[in-house]
C-alpha cells in the first residue's frame, strides 16, 4: 500500500470517526430532550394530582375556603366534565352523610333516592330545624360548573335550597326535578311536595297533611 492509500483510509476513517461523533452527539441531545419534556410531563401530571389531592385533603379537615381556592385552582380551564362530577358528586354526598346522619344509613355503593330524602326532611323537620346549610365551597363549585357547561345540577341545587329555606326557589325547580320513575306516582309525590312548599311560603289551600301520599 503506497503511501497516499495510507493517507486517504486514514482520512475515510478519521472522517467516519467524526460523522459518528457528530451523529452520537445529535442523537444524544435529542433524548436528553425527549428526557426532559416525559420530565416536564410527569411533573405537571403529578403537580395537578397533588392539588386535587390536596384540595380533599384541606375539604376532609374542616378548611373550606382553603379548599375552594385550591378546587378552583384545579378546575380552572378544566373542560373535563367527569372531572367537575366526581368533585361535586363527592363532595355534595358527604354534606348530605352529613345531615342524614342518624336517619340513613350510607354506603359506599348506596345512596337513597332523592325522594326518601325529601320525604324524610318533611316528615322529620324538626330534626333539621337546626341543620347547617351546604356550605359556599359546593355551592360555588355547582354554579362554576352551571357556567362552564350551561347546564344545571337541578337535583343538588334542590337539596341546597330546602337547607337555605328558599321555598321559592325550591318551588320554582320542583318541575324541573324527577323523583321517582313511574310518572304517575312521580307526580303525585310532588303535588305532595307542592302543598309542603306553598305551606312555607304561606299560601292557603287544603291543608298540608304531613303524610306521604302513596
Known sequence: ??????????GGLFLGALVSIIIYFKESKRRKIDQQKIFELEKAITSYSYIKDKALVLYENGNYSESLDVYKKYLLNNKDEKEWNEII?????????????????????????????????????????????????????INDYNKMFNKNRISQE???????????????????????????????????????????????????IDDIPF
Open 89 to 141: 358528586n363527592q363532595i355534595f354526598r358527604k354534606e348530605t352523610e352529613k345531615m342524614y346522619s342518624g336517619i340513613f344509613s350510607f354506603k359506599e355503593s348506596y345512596f337513597p333516592n332523592i325522594s326518601l330524602l325529601i320525604q324524610a326532611y318533611i316528615s322529620l323537620e324538626e330534626k333539621f330545624i337546626n341543620s347547617s346549610k351546604y356550605p359556599v365551597l359546593i355551592k360555588t363549585l
Open 1 to 10: 500500500m503506497d503511501f497516499m492509500n495510507i493517507i486517504t483510509n486514514i
Open 158 to 208: 334542590y337539596f341546597i335550597a330546602l337547607f337555605d329555606k328558599d321555598w321559592t326557589k325550591a318551588k320554582d325547580l320542583l318541575p324541573k326535578i324527577t323523583m321517582l320513575k313511574d310518572e304517575e306516582i312521580n307526580s303525585s309525590f310532588k303535588d305532595f311536595v307542592l302543598k309542603y312548599l306553598n305551606n312555607k311560603l304561606g299560601i292557603k289551600e287544603s291543608s298540608f
